[in-house]
């Protein structure tokens, strides 16, 4: 009888370590994807500025920051776009703010571009 009741012990001890184990398992794998998604929000990042950055040189403006907007304007309804807030000088020396919707395959478009100040340098 003692010998069932230490058996039954063990395999109780059993069961619960397993339960341990698979607890392991599941805050493992949370911690990886939200550590996943975060490393991918990184790199999408530094891929999105470059493409502006490219694009305001290439109309020969300069690039003053450049900061990603979870909610700016066009937000609703975007699939894959990313929405970014930046200042840039154009070639008159004006400075303007705008959001700039980009992604891989749209590239770079401005919307609500307006000139905060009239300096010409």
Not at 31 to 41: C, E, K, N, T
Not at 47 to 59: T, V
Request: charge should be positive; include cysteine.
């Amino acid at each position: 009888m003692q010998t069932l009741l230490v058996l039954a012990e063990r395999v109780g001890r059993g069961e619960h370590e397993r339960g341990a184990a698979s607890n392991t398992v599941v805050i493992v794998a949370i911690a990886g994807a939200v550590l996943l998604a975060i490393m991918g929000r990184l790199v999408t990042h530094g891929m999105d500025s470059g493409r502006i950055r490219k694009y305001a040189e290439s109309q020969g403006w300069e690039l003053l920051d450049c900061q990603w907007r979870l909610l700016g304007p066009g937000w609703f309804g975007s699939r894959r776009e990313r929405i970014y807030q930046i200042i840039y000088r154009d070639r008159e020396g004006r400075t303007h703010t705008a959001f700039a919707k980009t992604s891989a395959m749209a590239g770079v478009y401005l919307t609500e571009d307006r000139v905060t100040d009239g300096a010409s340098t």
